[in-house]
């Protein structure tokens, strides 16, 4: 009997536990001591496909499935959506079916612009290519692009480090073989992010623009031509030349995936400084793959996800061990 008794009060204590609020709570119950970033780069929905309705249909179900899984982590501290959101150039009716996927992410999020956002005119294409936009176009771009998503140059804090976030903004756009460069920063763009980075020279800092840093993709890519760098490519060199707590510059733009050589290549690494250009693949194939930044006090995780996989592709886990100078322990304030 007493026995009997014994196993009637475990399984009401059993059954207790199971109803209490800890049990029901969405919050980790695990201490994290990192902050994860998720970088959705490229995902311009519903999809640059429209002569497959049928590749279309899917491709932009596997958008929504991938925001599906990034919303169930309950580890993430920011998604950042690093340009071209919208399908293929500026205009009430790119943006509304844009935020058709970027309103579902409930993560915390934030935005920078890309190409299609700011650089084409919504004129027709010519034989299936975009226009250049006209300075009063992109004038009128960079409005629709504020009012949907933000301001184009901005800084957040995160734990002990700095993440810098940078969009195309020059009005009077270069053009080079015909084409516009993708991403032109503005002299005014320039002249915050240098103040920027030395009021804050003892901070490991990340920078997110859509375009690549030149150089840092193999030559035989079909990707690596000028335009598709960040410019004025010079002037940014001396800039990151001069700031070696920049350890990161996350990019988009070229869709290179983990299938391409360029992905994870020693060519990533911006040549005479102490920055690592890491490729984040866009969401127009049949995969959609993410990278997620694991901030720690004394290293940065680098993780590549497959989201038609479920799993985690570890060959290209990347870690970047931060200078003594920069660790939480010793970071002071800038002088």
Same mark, same amino acid.
């Given at each position: 009997?007493l026995k $009997?008794?014994? !196993? ?8 207790a *536990? ?7 709570s ?5 201490? $994290? ?11 311009? /929905?519903?999809? $640059?496909?429209h002569k497959?309705?049928?590749?279309? *249909?899917?491709? +932009?179900?596997?958008?929504?499935? *991938? ?9 993430v501290? %920011?998604? @950042?959506?690093? #340009?071209?959101m919208?399908? %293929?150039?500026?205009?009430?009716n790119?943006y509304?079916?844009?935020?058709k996927?970027?309103d579902k ?10 190409n ?12 299936? =290519? ?5 300075p009063?176009?992109r +004038?009128? &771009? ?6 949907? /998503? ?7 804090? +995160?734990?002990? /480090? ?8 020059? !009005?009077?756009?270069?053009? !080079?073989?015909? =084409?516009? /460069? *993708?991403?032109e ?8 992010l240098k103040?920027? %980075? =030395?009021?804050?020279r003892?901070k ?5 623009? &859509? ?6 993709i %193999? ?10 760098f960040?410019?004025?490519? $010079? ?11 920049v ?5 988009? &733009?070229? &869709? ?15 040549? #005479? ?14 995969? @959609? ?20 996989n479920?799993q985690?592709?570890?060959r290209?886990?990347?870690? !970047? ?10 970071? =002071?304030?800038?002088?």
């Amino acid at each position: 009997m007493l026995k $009997k008794k014994m !196993i009637s009060l475990t399984a009401a204590v059993l059954l207790a *536990a199971s109803l209490s609020p800890l049990c029901f709570s969405s919050s980790p119950v695990w201490a $994290k001591d990192y902050e994860r970033l998720v970088v959705m780069s490229d995902v311009h /929905y519903g999809s $640059k496909e429209h002569k497959d309705l049928a590749k279309r *249909a899917r491709v +932009m179900a596997n958008k929504e499935k *991938a925001v599906q899984d990034i919303n169930s982590w309950k580890d993430v501290d %920011l998604c @950042i959506f690093t #340009g071209d959101m919208v399908e %293929l150039s500026a205009g009430d009716n790119e943006y509304r079916l844009a935020r058709k996927l970027t309103d579902k992410v409930t993560q915390p999020k934030t935005f920078i612009a890309g190409n299609h956002e700011v650089v084409y005119s919504e004129t027709p294409a010519v034989k299936g =290519k975009l226009q250049p936009a006209d300075p009063y176009e992109r +004038m009128e &771009h960079i409005g629709e692009y504020k009012a949907n /998503y933000g301001p184009l140059y901005y800084a957040k804090n +995160m734990g002990n /480090y700095l993440l810098l976030f940078l969009s195309p903004d020059e !009005i009077e756009g270069h053009i !080079i073989n015909n =084409k516009p /460069y *993708a991403v032109e920063l503005s002299e005014a763009e320039l002249t915050w992010l240098k103040a920027e %980075l =030395k009021a804050n020279r003892n901070k490991p800092t990340l920078i997110f623009c &859509h375009t690549p840093l030149e150089g840092t993709i %193999l030559p035989d890519n079909s990707e690596n031509e000028p335009r598709n760098f960040t410019a004025p490519a $010079k002037e940014i060199k001396d800039i990151l030349s001069q700031n070696p707590q920049v350890l990161v510059w996350a990019s988009g &733009h070229t &869709h290179t995936p983990p299938t391409d050589a360029s992905f994870d290549n020693a060519v990533n690494h911006y040549a #005479g400084t102490s920055v690592l250009d890491v490729y984040n693949p866009a969401w127009e194939g049949d995969q @959609i793959w993410t990278n997620s930044f694991y901030l720690y006090s004394d290293k940065i995780v680098i993780r590549t996800y497959s989201h038609e996989n479920h799993q985690w592709l570890t060959r290209f886990d990347r870690t !970047i061990s931060l200078p003594a100078s920069l660790t939480a322990s010793n970071t =002071k304030p800038a002088a």
